[in-house]
């Protein structure tokens, strides 16, 4: 079936390194979201991706659809201990069907 | 703000019982969605509504129901809880194609 595949399912940083997690999909996706979710809370929305190659910022958090719309990435520049928790990229695949990765928790460590 | 409230932070049940989850939004969104979530596994899609009345199953219905009598507010329905349906239960709504404004989830054990 389809699938959406998010890698590294762990990161350990050292608070100022970067980090940058990956999300790949079997199938064409007609957008891609990116979610975090803090240790104890819910995942709450950070960005939608809809064109082909299209690259967004928000302030150290970069986000990137590939030109074939199968892969995404977020990339965090300087990680902060704010930053820790779980990422998660969500596809859409057509309709109503949004596919969500396993996430990659990142860990800082200060 | 966009506010989505779940029932019960958390849940203890036992085998057998009949579960009743339940989900209110305050934004008029026309979608609703339940995931479960578990380590390694992430958000998976039990079932989701586009309308009142309306429901699709997700990819792990088995075991589940749901309901929508109202716009804002969907149910989840365990039949007949088992202890492999101990997970934490995240409600979601949001319009069509747009972002998901989750709720703060239960965690449901089942004894």
């Known amino acids: 079936g389809q699938q959406v595949m998010q890698i590294p399912q762990y990161q350990h940083v050292q608070e100022g390194e970067d980090f940058t997690t990956y999300c790949n999909s079997s199938t064409t996706l007609s957008n891609i979201q990116w979610y975090k979710q803090r240790p104890g809370g819910h995942p709450v929305f950070l960005i939608q991706?809809?064109?082909?190659?299209e690259v967004k910022k928000q302030k150290r958090l970069t986000f990137q659809f590939g030109e074939a719309k199968k892969n995404s990435s977020l990339h965090i520049t300087a990680t902060q201990t704010t930053d820790v928790g779980t990422y998660f990229c969500?596809?859409?695949?057509?309709?109503?069907?949004?596919?969500f990765g396993a996430g990659t928790r990142l860990f800082v460590k200060a | 703000d966009v506010k989505v409230t779940q029932s019960s932070r958390y849940l203890v049940k036992r085998t057998g019982e009949k579960v009743f989850l339940e989900c209110v939004q305050d934004m008029d969104h026309e979608n609703m969605f339940w995931y479960r979530q578990d380590p390694g596994l992430g958000l998976r899609l039990i079932y989701f509504?586009?309308?009142?009345?309306?429901?699709e199953k997700g990819d792990i219905p088995e075991g589940y129901s749901v309901s929508r009598e109202k716009k804002e507010r969907f149910s989840l329905i365990l039949e007949s809880a088992s202890t492999n349906q101990t997970s934490m239960y995240l409600c979601?709504?949001?319009?069509?194609?747009?972002?998901?404004?989750f709720g703060p989830g239960t965690r449901l054990t089942v004894l």
């Open positions: 969500a596809g859409r695949t057509g309709g109503f069907k949004t596919i």
């Open positions: 991706l809809v064109k082909s190659g």
């Open positions: 509504s586009y309308d009142v009345k309306m429901k």
């Open positions: 979601a709504s949001g319009f069509p194609g747009g972002e998901k404004y």
